[in-house]
């Protein structure tokens, strides 16, 4: 019989900072498929000694509005009942990123018998299509299996990271407080202020500066959501590099950041012109990091912003910094 893991739920990614994972240990990444062709997003696996983590992140417009999750030592052969899960999230506020955390426990010592788990990691995700409507959709992570008789469904081998006593450990960090803009053309050619504003063209990616010429992630366009008799929008999506995560309100020395919101976003028809006040633009978004040192909350979505043919974007990230 198959042996079910018990399971504690958060939303977003740990909310404990001192996880110290072995620099071997990359997290896994499985395509999250909606309907079963649609990629709606990505399945992130990982683990520390006693903790799997298991992330759910959707991208495009699609938005999660409930996760189920099996975590098993035998690999299932059919679509396992998502009601039935032990781990489950319930009704959740549509989001795009949800994370279990399953304690492995004292008697799985799979690390002395290289063993995998298996896991059925299923999702509810919803989006607004070009029609205007709500397209909702159920979706897998990992591979997926179309049997002759019953439901589709998807499945993740996953093989557990151990350390095994050679592997150097991350021990000495800080995370460091830096502001960054996306790429375009500065709003003052002269000066010190660097600010820069980036022109709309559907599914462009451009870089996110820090400190001018720091490449901290990217900022990526959706093309126009038409919503008759209403306003046209877009999508904006920031997905942050490896060493760097959404500023929190204070960095690890203690500076306080100077925005409540550490992303803000203002749409102009015309290029703008003179220095930039953040703090009076128009949408303004907290995200929390959460706290997984090695993989702290990196991509965000910003859902349905107004149509502009130029946006700037700042946003105040942490750049985590080696302490010799």
């Known amino acids: 019989m198959n042996k079910l893991l018990s399971t504690a739920i958060i939303l977003g990614i740990s909310c404990n900072p001192n996880i110290l994972l072995s620099q071997e240990c990359e997290p896994a990444v499985y395509t999250l498929w909606g309907g079963q062709h649609i990629n709606v997003g990505t399945v992130m696996v990982f683990n520390d000694d006693e903790t799997l983590y298991v992330q759910y992140d959707t991208m495009d417009g699609w938005l999660l509005t409930s996760a189920h999750l099996y975590v098993m030592e035998s690999e299932p052969n059919s679509r396992l009942i998502p009601g039935r899960a032990p781990h489950k999230s319930g009704n959740i506020t549509q989001t795009n990123t949800y994370t279990f955390e399953v304690p492995l426990g004292e008697d799985l010592n799979f690390c002395d018998e290289d063993v995998s788990l298996w896991l059925q990691a299923k999702a509810d995700v919803v989006k607004i299509n070009s029609s205007g409507r709500l397209q909702g959709e159920s979706a897998y992570g990992g591979t997926i299996d ?173 750049e985590k910094v080696s302490i010799e």
């Open 146 to 318: 179309r049997p002759r008789r019953g439901a589709w469904y998807g499945n993740i081998e996953y093989l557990l990271c151990c350390d095994d006593g050679d592997t150097e450990v991350i021990e000495a960090f800080s995370w460091v407080l830096d502001e960054c803009w996306s790429e375009g053309k500065r709003y003052v050619e002269q000066g010190s202020n660097w600010a820069s504003y980036t022109e709309y063209d559907p599914g462009k990616k451009v870089t996110l500066f820090a400190k001018e010429t720091l490449e901290a992630g990217t900022v990526e366009f959706s093309e126009v959501t038409v919503n008759p008799g209403a306003m046209d929008t877009i999508d904006i999506t920031i997905h942050l590099n490896k060493e760097w995560r959404f500023a929190e309100r204070f960095d690890d020395d203690g500076i306080e950041t100077p925005d409540t919101f550490n992303i803000r976003v203002q749409g102009y028809s015309e290029p703008p012109v003179g220095e930039p006040d953040p703090t009076k633009f128009s949408l303004g978004a907290g995200i929390t990091s959460g706290g997984l040192e090695n993989t702290p909350m990196r991509l965000v979505t910003l859902m349905s912003v107004p149509v502009n043919n130029y946006y700037g974007i700042r946003v105040y990230v942490q």
